[in-house]
């Protein structure tokens, strides 16, 4: 098996793990705690960000898999992409399968961080965090390639 695959699987396979593991203590163990800049307090998103699409109640998880569906098919005929971007990608797939499995598991996405100081911000989950981290990196990554592809093609017209 190619290497950026296992890693790729063992980086999904923690990230979800942790994430499960983290979503079980606050949904079953009562492990909200009150501070003055942030909360851990448990809350459940029937959307999906900010509660976006949560009219789609029960139809949401569906659309949710058929979405890791197309992307998993798109990966496995477009693999040089997979192996460009394996590490955001796991990181993608755990938050994503994470938050998709608590609606199945939960009947909504498990949340807790909740910021409130000079401004209140969405309650969010560890998987969310993965999940913008991911974009980001994917975002670093074209902009890095961009600047390369800009540079070697000023080279080229100046010569």
């Given amino acids: 098996m190619n290497k950026k695959l296992k890693l790729a699987m063992i980086i999904f396979i923690a990230v979800f793990i942790i994430d499960q593991i983290i979503k079980y203590g606050f949904a079953n163990l009562g492990w909200d705690a009150n501070g003055s800049v942030m909360s851990l307090k448990l809350a459940y998103n029937y959307g999906v960000a900010f509660s976006m699409f949560a009219f789609l109640d029960e139809y949401l998880k569906y659309i949710q898999l058929v979405l890791v569906v197309a992307g998993t098919v798109y990966l496995l005929l477009n693999r040089d992409i997979f192996y460009k971007y394996y590490f955001s990608i796991a990181l993608l797939y755990a938050g994503g399968l994470s938050n998709i499995l608590d609606r199945f598991t939960y009947g909504a996405v498990v949340d807790y961080f909740y910021w409130h100081y000079l401004f209140e911000f969405a309650i969010f989950n560890f998987a969310d965090v993965m999940i913008n981290l991911s974009v980001a990196i ?17 080279q080229k017209d100046k010569a």
């Avoid at 994917?138 to 000023?154: D, G, P």
């Fill in 138 to 154: 994917i975002i670093f990554i074209q902009i890095k390639e961009a600047r390369v592809e800009r540079k070697l093609k000023n």
